[in-house]
Every structure is written in C-alpha cells, then in structure tokens.
C-alpha cells in the first residue's frame, strides 16, 4: 500500500500567520491527493481535492498545490477556528486509500 | 441536502460480528461509490473500504488491516450501505464513518459516525 507522511505532526501559530503542512507520498499518485480538517468530535470535512481544486464553501485562505509524491496545504491569514487536525489522503481509484498520520494545528 | 446517517455501534466481545448500517439521501445513491472510514481514540483516520456502484459491478476493495474479516455490501432499493464486520479485535474500536466520494475519490459528504467497541 502507498505510505503517505504528513509533516509537521503537530505545531503552533498565531493569527495571522501563514502555515504550510506537508504530505509526501511513498509512491507517484500524480495529484490523487485530498486535504481534510478534523475538528474534536466530528466528521472530517474536505477542503481540497485532487492536490489543488477548492472545495465548494471553504475559504480561499486554503489552498494546495503539488504532484506526484510531494504536496503541501497552505492555510494564510491563521483564524482561531481553523484550530483542528488536518489529514491528507491518497484516492487512486485502483488502489487501496490512505490517509496521513494528520497535522496538529493549534493557535 | 446530502445526508448520511450510520447506525449499528454497540459493544461486541473479541471473536464476535457486528453489522453496521449508512443510510443514504438526497442524491442518487445508485450511481455512488461508498467509503467507511474509522477513526480509533484519539488517533488518525483509517480508510476501511469502499464499494462501487452497480455499473461497476458492485466492486469492493478493503484495507489490509480488515480484509477477509469485513465485508462491505449495498441495497440500492433502501439507499443503505453496509459494512458486515465479523471476527472483531480489540484493535477494531473505533468510530466507523461512511463517506461519499464525489470527485477523484475525495469524500464531500461524511455520516456523524457510529462508535463500536470490542471488549470483553
């Protein structure tokens, strides 16, 4: 199965900043790679899907970029409800899913 | 408006079977792929499986961690997705969510989720 690294595992921000996280891929998924936010106690929401393209009704502030094995989540302007885990996850239809270990956002 | 209502948690000893249920509304639920996904205490997300449509003759495919013990099944008729877990390991606690996956596999739509717990 595809192996996928999220990095950081946790860190802390303020309002205001710019964060980047991480997710690299054990093998090429070109950009079969989808970003959600965790809050406690509730379903995961999708931000971004297929490495770049903005879910409907989230704030342009996220934004994605990458392919192949290396992708990042770009979160500009931190606001204090975007404190949750982030999670990325892999969809290459052939194969099994998988999801990263999840990133730790606190503000 | 797309709603996805799991049900079927409870406790269940090791060694035992338990059969959850995601009840499907508000789009074509014939035509849609369907996902589960746990999620352990405090821990990450784990993909389970997923079960095609009937135009893609009903396929399913299963993480590593469940196949051969969980089975994913579908009644289109009831709008309802199944996910038929038997041989249960302590390891299996979790809350198991279904999800729609809409566009490249990435799930638009998630159920609240259902808390399983296998313990003796």
Same mark, same amino acid.
């Given at each position: ?9 946790? +860190? ?34 999708? +931000? ?32 204090? =409800? ?23 956002? =606190?503000? | ?6 049900? $079927? #948690? ?5 060694? !035992?079977?338990? /059969? ?5 509304? $508000?789009?074509?639920?014939? $035509? ?10 405090? @821990? ?9 449509? !009937?135009?893609? /003759? %009903?396929?399913? /495919? ?12 579908? *009644? *289109?008729? /009831? ?12 390891? *299996?606690?979790?809350?198991? %969510?279904?999800?729609?996956?809409? @566009?490249? !596999?990435?799930? *638009?739509?998630? #159920?609240? !989720? ?7």
């Amino acid at each position: 199965d595809i192996q996928m690294t999220q990095s950081p595992s946790s +860190l802390s921000a303020s309002v205001g900043d710019r964060v980047t996280i991480t997710c690299r891929s054990s093998q090429n998924i070109d950009y079969y790679l989808n970003w959600y936010q965790q809050k406690p106690g509730r379903a995961p929401k999708l +931000l971004i899907f297929a490495a770049s393209n903005l879910q409907s009704g989230v704030t342009s502030r996220f934004s994605g970029r990458g392919s192949g094995t290396d992708f990042t989540l770009t979160i500009s302007s931190l606001q204090p =409800e975007d404190s949750a885990t982030y999670y990325c996850q892999q969809s290459v239809s052939t194969l099994v899913y998988t999801f990263g270990q999840g990133t730790r956002l =606190e503000i | 408006e797309v709603q996805l209502v799991e049900s $079927g #948690g409870g406790l269940v000893q090791p060694g !035992g079977s338990l /059969k959850l249920s995601c009840a499907a509304s $508000g789009f074509t639920f014939s $035509g849609s792929p369907m996902h589960w996904v746990r999620q352990t205490s405090g @821990k990450g997300l784990e993909w389970v499986g997923r079960i095609r449509s !009937g135009a893609n /003759k %009903y396929a399913t /495919k299963y993480a590593a961690s469940v196949n051969g013990r969980f089975t994913i099944s579908r *009644d *289109d008729s /009831k709008n309802t997705a199944y996910l038929q877990m038997n041989s249960l390991k302590i390891e *299996d606690t979790a809350i198991y %969510y279904c999800c729609r996956p809409a @566009k490249l !596999g990435a799930c *638009d739509y998630w #159920g609240q !989720g259902t808390l399983v717990t296998v313990s003796s």
